[in-house]
């Protein structure tokens, strides 16, 4: 059983900063692809940031680069995802999913789900 759980989300100025994180309980934390996703209010679910297995790639959506960073701590099962300069477009439920394999951005590619966490940005 895989569980994961996010956290990090609240309210934020434009212009600031914010970190989430994602904590995946069950085996194999390691050999997972992980990814955030976010869906605002009546817009379907939107690709945020992956990161392979072992760190070494990464890909964002033009949305979010430069802007966002990802990140992984396999000792701690922890996923992390860096907001800065955020902007009142970016306010979403963040969703954290997990899969294995390689890189893709296709929601559908991805077997494990958190519940979301709620950023909004105020302008």
């Known amino acids: 059983q895989v569980q994961l759980v996010e956290s990090g989300g609240g309210l934020v100025q434009a212009g600031g900063s914010l970190r989430l994180s994602c904590v995946v309980s069950g085996r194999s934390f390691s050999t997972r692809v992980m990814a955030w996703w976010r869906q605002a209010p009546g817009t379907e679910r939107e690709f945020v940031a992956a990161?392979?297995?072992?760190?070494?790639?990464?890909r964002y959506s033009d949305s979010v680069k430069g802007r966002f960073t990802i990140s992984r701590d396999n000792a701690e099962s922890t996923v992390t995802l860096q907001l800065s300069s955020v902007k009142p477009e970016d306010t979403a439920v963040y969703y954290c999913?997990?899969?294995?394999?390689?890189?893709?951005?296709?929601?559908?590619?991805?077997?494990?789900w958190g519940q979301g966490t709620q950023v909004t940005v105020s302008s």
């Open positions: 990161i392979a297995r072992t760190g070494d790639d990464t």
């Open positions: 999913a997990a899969r294995y394999g390689t890189v893709v951005t296709r929601t559908s590619a991805y077997s494990f």
